[in-house]
């Protein structure tokens, strides 16, 4: 399977623990992007990398989120001291480099989240 | 600013009708992207089409056709002879053309198509 993978699917934690999720993006992509889904909602970004380097972050990544791609490979999103709002579908989707004609975005199963 | 609109929430149609989901689309941006994407009940979002600001060629896969016309911000997605396997989530999605920096899509709310057999 060559897609974007995600790990856990599901993670069900209480309020006040920390939750880490991976993202492995396809091989080739340099540009790897986190999203949250919340019901009933279009996925909304929280933040990019190109290569190892977070270039973006949205006003929806708080403190208590941190994100890495350390070897410009995979990727984690860390939430600290969870809450209940934090409870969505964390999506990750990967792209190739812009310019060559190809930056359709290839998103991940999800890690669904549920914050108790 | 970038904004998407899918005003269309649900529809439900009886298979074998042709439906037309529509996306009504805001940005400031010259050259830019759009895109949908399907999401059916497992979740992951599949990508269906991009088409670029400057290509108004209106693009037919299969039984998907897509209607871009820029002088009503538009890009409109029309499923011919529906059949159950296409009852899903779409979305339509916007991204700006950046050389560098993240070209992060901007999403529509979705529009839950249901095609009852």
């Known amino acids: 399977d060559t897609g974007v993978s995600q790990d856990p699917r599901h993670k069900i934690t209480k309020r006040g623990q920390n939750v880490t999720f991976r993202c492995d993006p396809i091989s080739e992509h340099n540009r790897l992007y986190w999203y949250r889904q919340t019901l009933g909602q279009g996925p909304e970004f929280l933040t990019y990398?190109?290569?190892?380097?977070?270039?973006?972050k949205s006003r929806l990544l708080s403190d208590r989120f941190s994100a890495e791609r350390p070897k410009g490979s995979f990727s984690t999103l860390e939430i600290q001291r969870t809450e209940q709002g934090d409870s969505a579908m964390y999506l990750c989707a990967s792209s190739l480099e812009a310019g060559t004609g190809n930056n359709e975005q290839f998103f991940g199963p999800g890690t669904r989240l549920t914050v108790l | 600013a970038q904004k998407v609109t899918q005003a269309q929430t649900e529809i439900s149609v009886v298979e074998k009708e042709d439906v037309t989901l529509d996306c009504v689309y805001e940005?400031?941006?010259?050259?830019?992207?759009l895109f949908w994407y399907k999401q059916p009940p497992s979740g992951e979002l599949v990508f269906l089409i991009r088409r670029n600001s400057f290509d108004e060629q209106n693009e037919i896969s299969g039984r998907y056709s897509w209607n871009f016309q820029k002088s009503t911000s538009s890009f409109n997605f029309t499923i011919t002879a529906s059949q159950v396997v296409d009852s899903a989530v779409y979305f339509c999605a916007l991204t700006r053309d950046r050389q560098t920096g993240a070209n992060n899509l901007f999403f529509g709310t979705g529009t839950r198509l249901t095609v009852i057999p």
């Open positions: 990398f190109q290569n190892e380097a977070q270039l973006e």
């Open positions: 940005t400031r941006d010259t050259t830019y992207y």
